[in-house]
Structures are given as structure tokens and as C-alpha cells.
């Protein structure tokens, strides 16, 4: 099961990428020049109000938010591996997903993550990365 440690090693292992604290809700975040990559995401009021009138709830354990390429993306993510990953009304229209970090698969953070940071950095730095990793073809880590 992932860490919030794990997370940060992830995170600082990508060229660009420095950790500080979001703004609102004072939790970690790493991110680039441009922009949030990931971040620990820990539900409001609002958030439970608006979950409990969907009839969900907010989950057990510890939640990251991580950017994504689109809004198409992070439906897929949460459609297809809905016991790792989930949205909120707050969301809607925005390119992210939350991530449980006590039911994902470790591969699948990093490789999360590292789409998320592929979205924060000019596309040289990404594929100059990914080539150096040797696999650059298929865009995992």
C-alpha cells in the first residue's frame, strides 16, 4: 500500500518537480513551473455534503489528487479501476483524479504520476525523459 511518502519519492524524481504546501487546504504538493502535478487531497464539508447526496462517502485512508490530461482521462481511470481511483462534484469539468493511495497498485501511482507530471512540463523535458528511460514509445515510466 502507497504512502504519501512513496508519493513524494515519486514526485521528486521527475526533473522540474518541488514539494511545498497547497494553497487552501494546506496539505503537501509537488509540483512544476506550471503547475500542481500531485497533491494530498483530504475531503471538506462541502465535498462530504455533496457525496452524501450522491449517496457516497469520502474514503478510508489517504487521498492524492494528480492532474490529467483531460477530463476524458480521469473518467477513464475512475471507470475502469473505480476501487483506486475517484472523483467529486468539486471536479467536474476539471482535469484530475483522486487517488486512493491504500487501494492502488503502487505501478499504477507511479505511472499516474508520471502522466501528471508529462502535463506540467514542455513537451522536450517529457520526451527527452522518457527517452532517457528507455521506453519512451509507450509513455510508462
Excluded at 475517484?86 to 499516474?112: C, K, M, N, S, W
Amino acid at each position: 500500500m502507497p504512502t504519501f511518502d512513496d508519493v513524494r519519492d515519486i514526485a521528486l524524481s521527475l526533473p522540474g518537480v518541488t514539494e511545498g504546501v497547497e494553497g487552501h487546504r494546506g496539505g503537501a504538493a509537488w509540483r512544476t513551473a506550471r503547475g500542481m502535478v500531485v497533491w494530498e487531497r483530504g475531503p471538506g464539508r462541502t465535498d462530504l455534503e455533496q457525496l452524501a447526496e450522491l449517496g457516497r462517502s469520502w474514503p478510508d485512508g489517504h487521498v492524492a489528487g494528480a492532474r490529467t490530461d483531460g477530463v476524458e482521462s480521469a473518467a477513464a481511470l475512475v471507470e475502469t479501476f473505480p476501487e483506486a481511483f475517484f472523483t467529486i462534484p468539486h471536479f467536474t469539468g476539471y482535469p484530475a483524479v483522486l487517488v486512493i493511495l491504500d487501494t492502488v497498485d503502487p505501478a499504477q501511482l507511479r505511472e499516474v504520476i508520471v502522466e501528471a507530471w508529462l502535463t506540467r512540463v514542455p513537451a522536450r523535458v517529457g520526451a527527452a525523459w522518457l527517452a532517457g528511460q528507455g521506453n519512451a514509445e509507450d509513455r510508462e515510466p
